[in-house]
Nanobody, 127 residues
Framework: VQLQASGGGSVRPGASLRLSCVAT????????MGWFRQAPGKEREFVAA???????SHSDSVKGRFTMSRDNAKNMVYLQMNNLEPEDTAVYYC??????????????????????WGQGTQVTVSS
């Protein structure tokens, strides 16, 4: 499966952005999807995920501000980001597990669970 993320940009603190990721190839509804981000000089970190059979998880740092969703009919996942903060500045990547993964909620934040990665989209939050 190939993943293409889009929707990044430069915004001021408090603004909103919606990231999108389209998947091509494979059976989209069978993939657990995740969003990760990587700031300069830092490791790639988990942001949010949504399992193929339902259930979402968001990191504590974005909980209440970001919401991940998916549209299986369009082979898309989204990350609605509200009330953005400078600390959210990073390259955002979407990722997918192998099909019909038995991943459980506690594993969603592990990069090792994801086999496919998109190219990333830059989000910059600055006043």
């Amino acid at each position: 499966v190939q993943l293409q993320a889009s929707g990044g940009g430069s915004v001021r603190p408090g603004a909103s952005l919606r990231l999108s990721c389209v998947a091509t190839g494979g059976t989209f509804r069978s993939y657990t999807m995740g969003w990760f981000r990587q700031a300069p000089g830092k490791e790639r970190e988990f942001v949010a995920a949504i399992r193929w059979r339902g259930g979402t998880s968001h990191s504590d740092s974005v909980k209440g501000r970001f919401t991940m969703s998916r549209d299986n009919a369009k082979n898309m996942v989204y990350l609605q980001m509200n009330n953005l903060e400078p600390e959210d500045t990073a390259v955002y990547y979407c990722a997918a597990t192998k099909p019909y993964s038995g991943i459980i909620l506690s594993q969603l934040s592990s990069r090792d669970e994801y086999e496919y990665w998109g190219q990333g989209t830059q989000v910059t939050v600055s006043s």
